[in-house]
């Protein structure tokens, strides 16, 4: 009873109000190719998942006592760079709230060196394609 209980509530909780969970498969996996993108350092893969208005943002990374926002030209030129990803982590997804055309996502990639416990906004563009508008990290180094 409480598997069913449980999977009956996940199921609700990935639908937005049209009930449409596949919305939710879509998300998970514009989230996963944003990881993986990073990871493998491919520009082209990142260009394809992220708004043309794409901002990162880090809130005092480190014991920084600034915001860091970088914009998508930014982000993908340090990608291209290899100043940032280039490691292999495993995703989590945490919860995905969708309310129409828009979808909060909270997610943990977990890798070698650092953990990302992240929020990302997404939006749903015409075509019923997902892409992130906003990744808002909290980075922490994993501990040897």
């Avoid at 999977?7 to 998970?28: P, R």
């Avoid at 909290?138 to 040897?144: D, F, G, N, R, T």
Wanted: hydrophobic share 40%; glycine share 6%; net charge neutral.
């Amino acid at each position: 009873m409480k598997t069913l209980l449980l999977g009956t509530i996940l199921c609700l909780s990935l639908t937005d109000n049209y009930g449409q969970s596949n919305s939710a498969k879509g998300i998970v996996d514009v989230v996963e190719m944003f990881a993986k993108s990073a990871d493998q350092q491919n520009v082209t893969k990142m260009k394809k998942v992220l708004h043309k208005d794409f901002r990162a943002l880090v809130n005092r990374m480190f014991g920084s006592k600034d915001l860091s926002v970088t914009d998508k030209e930014t982000y993908l030129s340090l990608l291209e760079a290899k100043k940032i990803g280039g490691d292999d982590r495993a995703v989590r997804i945490n919860s995905i709230s969708i309310q129409g055309a828009n979808a909060y996502v909270h997610a943990t990639f977990v890798g070698k060196k650092l953990i990302f416990n992240t929020y990302l906004l997404l939006v749903e563009q015409e075509d019923g394609t997902w892409q992130i508008v906003n990744d808002m990290p909290v980075i922490e180094k994993v501990e040897s």
